[in-house]
């Protein structure tokens, strides 16, 4: 079992920044990947980040590419995502989750077993 827990959310103008965290308990060795997602309201989750436990492999949604950064700190066993120059359309509930899958190096949450609570993300223009 994993647990995971996002913090960071918050509202900030066009243009500012956030930093979600996303702190990771259980059997967190045999996790593949953990990634960023987000759910705004009417649509369907959508992948922003994922990369795979202990690596620096990184792969981005095209939306957020350039703006926004996710890393891992082990020794801390948390997810992060610096998010920058954020835009209203990346107004959403952020999810941390993670992945025992092969396939786990995408953005589709299909491929993901875990997941937190989230983290709401809003952006005023």
């Known amino acids: 079992q994993v647990q995971l827990v996002e913090s960071g959310g918050g509202s900030v103008q066009a243009g500012g920044s956030l930093r979600l965290s996303c702190a990771v308990f259980?059997?967190?060795?045999?996790?593949?990947?953990m990634g960023w997602f987000r759910q705004a309201p009417g649509k369907e989750r959508e992948g922003v980040a994922t990369?795979?436990?202990?690596?620096?492999?990184?792969l981005y949604a095209d939306s957020v590419k350039g703006r926004f950064t996710i890393s891992q700190d082990n020794a801390k066993n948390t997810l992060y995502l610096q998010m920058n120059s954020l835009k209203p359309e990346d107004t959403a509930m952020y999810y941390c989750?993670?992945?025992?899958?092969?396939?786990?190096?995408?953005?589709?949450?299909?491929?993901?077993?875990?997941w937190g609570q989230g983290t709401q993300v809003t952006v005023s223009s």
């Open positions: 259980g059997s967190t060795y045999s996790t593949n990947c």
């Open positions: 989750g993670a992945s025992f899958s092969a396939r786990c190096y995408t953005t589709q949450p299909r491929e993901y077993n875990y």
């Open positions: 990369m795979y436990t202990g690596s620096v492999s990184t």
